[in-house]
């Protein structure tokens, strides 16, 4: 079903130097008090998401964000956050922290420093969204030296992450399908049956995904689109579809790496754990709010996105983040869950498995038995005839060939008198 090639959501990364920020012109203005801080300073989405405004309520403390991706890395402060892990992939260490895989491995401890980077004590360098929440670290092989189909480490890392606590996952891949295997109707409905909000990214067209895949596709996830500095949609990190409901910075973030320095990188890699982080944001100041009304409140308090008329839009969804909006803003609770919506889709797509085959009420229909066969004849000697071949064959034979002879003796005996006629009527010479 996964025939195509696991694609990480982002790709690119440059080492970020100390004291160096991105070429890119973060918008709008840092605050003043980190304008000393250029790592801090690059981080252009606190203020342009409004996260700093959301943190006067909130910084995520009490919530757990599950981070399934290649493993975040031990040593680095960033990730003092960490809590517990484990590897799904067979290759990787027990607790999920030693990086794994040979695409971007320092990609998961990327999509960790976005979602909940720890500042180091002096409150200096990179600060995630979430930054008091906890991260569970579980790694998975995107590559083909896994020693576990991928598929199904997604659905033993989906089922883990929940029997550990997890109340938000952070999916940063796409499989560049729309199709998923069947074994993660399961894994996500256990997600949504327990109150798990998963957020997914939705690819990026820079690395050959021109629509959004799988798992973008299944019903429930919250799937994030990409922007640029100014807001708007990313043509390279980022791609588009129906599915995706909000959209997030995609270029020119930053992320620590396994070895502890920031990186630039670009890609919904980024975007999927900054709308999580806004995700443990709500969750911890609304910790009475289901799943769906964490994914509402982030929807309906979405920053409109100049001249898109109807939402949600394949660009956009909704609109921009809005961290500060989706944490204070009074917004209705509604009655619609994710697992709903999944449960609906396996009823219509997987119906052959889910819809019990009708039992018959006729009752079964008496039939009159045959008559007895008739007693084998006993044998005889082939030489002579018996009462079958003298009515089928020797009676048929003799009526046909009687007459036959007859006719020719007739025919004979007619040529001999014309013959003997001819012959007296000749004169003698």
Do not use: C
Request: charged share 15%; proline share 8%.
């Amino acid at each position: 079903m996964l025939s195509s090639l696991v694609a990480v959501a982002a790709m690119s990364a440059s080492v970020l130097l100390t004291g160096v920020a991105p070429a890119a012109t973060p918008t709008p203005t840092p605050a003043v008090e980190e304008q000393a801080d250029p790592i801090r300073a690059a981080e252009y989405w606190l203020d342009g998401a409004r996260v700093h405004e959301a943190w006067k309520t909130t910084r995520g403390e009490g919530v757990r964000i599950a981070v399934i991706d290649t493993g975040v890395a031990q040593g680095p402060v960033a990730f003092k956050g960490v809590v517990d892990g484990t590897d799904v992939s067979g290759t990787g260490a027990d607790d999920g922290r030693t990086p794994v895989g040979t695409i971007d491995v320092d990609h998961g401890s990327w999509v960790a420093s976005l979602a909940a980077a720890r500042p180091a004590d002096d409150g200096t360098g990179m600060i995630g969204v979430a930054p008091e929440a906890e991260l569970l670290s579980i790694s998975v092989n995107f590559g083909a030296s896994a020693v576990v189909p991928f598929t199904e480490q997604i659905a033993d890392a989906m089922r883990w992450a929940v029997d550990n606590g997890a109340d938000i996952i952070n999916l940063s891949f796409t499989t560049n399908t729309l199709d998923w295997d069947r074994s993660w109707d399961e894994a996500f409905l256990y997600a949504y049956e327990h109150d798990v909000v998963v957020v997914v990214a939705a690819g990026n067209r820079g690395n050959g995904t021109s629509i959004v895949g799988a798992p973008a596709t299944i019903p429930g996830v919250l799937t994030v689109g990409g922007v640029n500095q100014h807001g708007e949609a990313s043509v390279e990190a980022s791609t588009q579809g129906i599915t995706i409901g909000i959209s997030a910075p995609s270029e020119g973030l930053l992320g620590v790496s396994a070895d502890g320095r920031v990186a630039e990188w670009d890609g919904t890699s980024g975007a999927a754990p900054i709308v999580a982080g806004v995700a443990a944001l709500v969750r911890s100041a609304h910790p009475d709010l289901s799943a769906g009304n964490v994914i509402n409140r982030i929807l309906k308090t979405a920053i409109p996105v100049e001249g898109v008329a109807r939402v949600p839009d394949p660009l956009y969804g909704y609109g921009l983040i809005d961290a500060s909006a989706a944490v204070t803003a009074p917004v209705a609770e509604v009655d619609s869950e994710p697992a709903a919506a999944l449960e609906e889709w396996i009823r219509v797509y997987r119906r052959a498995e889910t819809v019990p085959q009708p039992t018959p009420t006729v009752g079964p229909v008496s039939v009159e038995p045959l008559p007895a066969a008739d007693p084998p004849s006993e044998a005889g000697s082939p030489l002579l005839p018996s009462a079958q071949t003298l009515l089928y064959g020797t009676l048929p034979l003799i009526v046909l060939t009687v007459p036959g002879i007859l006719v020719a003796l007739g025919v004979t005996a007619a040529a001999r008198r014309i013959r003997r006629a001819r012959a007296q009527r000749t004169p003698a010479p």
